[in-house]
């Protein structure tokens, strides 16, 4: 799992899971582990909020599940996991299948990117045409309340089979993403490449409903926005197009 500093995320309305809360924990943090939980991993800690992961040996397949809990609150909720495979044909030594990448934190809020397996082993045994790339899941967690959601889902690439064998055509990225205290998310995303490339900017204020993290999508700008303008603060959105900025309130 890659952990990034105090960066801001965007998010998509969710039609949001929810990991449920393990009680019995008691986040309380000892050295590099959580006390009371076996083979677990202090992965940060901001405040009262503690990510932490816990290893999982599943015969070959090795998992850690990552968990978010609530110092004050005694609260956890799963927000992912890193997943290794055996790398075929070797006899030893794994391969990241599924990670959780750049955790932000930002008061009770954890955000994430879940990445997802992809189909290319199947694509290229069975040769079909198009293969999906590996899959991107933005994750939000509010740590006091155990709760969390997943967002947006996208896909990298995708990969074309021609006559010189399987080529990578870009599909969708996220360039920037921002969190804020309040719950404010926004993100920046490129589809397309080259001369079909276009970006939109989304932004949401996320909210709790029915057990569930939720957020409602807005498309805020689309166009030549420029990408290190994107600024959030508490639940403002602020970004430059073309040189003149403009501003929303989450």
């Given at each position: ?116 397996n992809q189909d290319e082993g199947g694509c290229f045994k069975y040769q079909i045409s198009n293969c999906n790339g590996p899959s ?60 079909m490339k276009s970006t939109s900017l989304y932004g949401c204020l996320a909210r709790t409903t029915r057990g569930k993290v939720g ?36």
């Open positions: 799992m890659k952990v990034v500093g105090l960066i801001f995320v965007g998010l998509f309305a969710l039609a949001g899971w929810c990991a449920p809360a393990e009680a019995s924990v008691q986040c309380a943090v000892r050295g590099h582990v959580i006390a009371g939980v076996a083979h677990s991993r202090v992965v940060a800690v901001s405040g009262d909020v503690v990510v932490y992961r816990v290893r999982q040996e599943r015969e070959e397949i090795r998992l850690d599940t990552v968990w978010v809990c609530d110092r004050m609150d005694n609260r956890a909720v799963r927000i992912g996991n890193d997943e290794w495979v055996p790398i075929e044909n070797l006899g030893e030594g794994h391969l990241a299948n599924k990670t959780l990448e750049h955790l932000q934190i930002a008061g009770p809020w954890v955000l994430a990117t879940q990445t997802g991107n899941t933005l994750v939000l967690a509010n740590a006091a309340l155990g709760l969390a959601g997943s967002l947006a889902s996208i896909r990298d690439y995708i990969d074309e089979l021609s006559a010189g064998g399987y080529v990578k055509t870009p599909t969708k990225a996220w360039t920037r993403t921002l969190l804020s205290p309040r719950g404010a998310v926004a993100w920046l995303e490129e589809s397309g490449s080259g001369s957020c409602a999508i807005r498309t805020h700008a689309e166009g030549d926005i420029e990408p290190d303008s994107v600024r959030l603060s508490q639940t403002t959105l602020t970004w430059m197009v073309g040189g003149s900025t403009q501003a929303a309130v989450l």
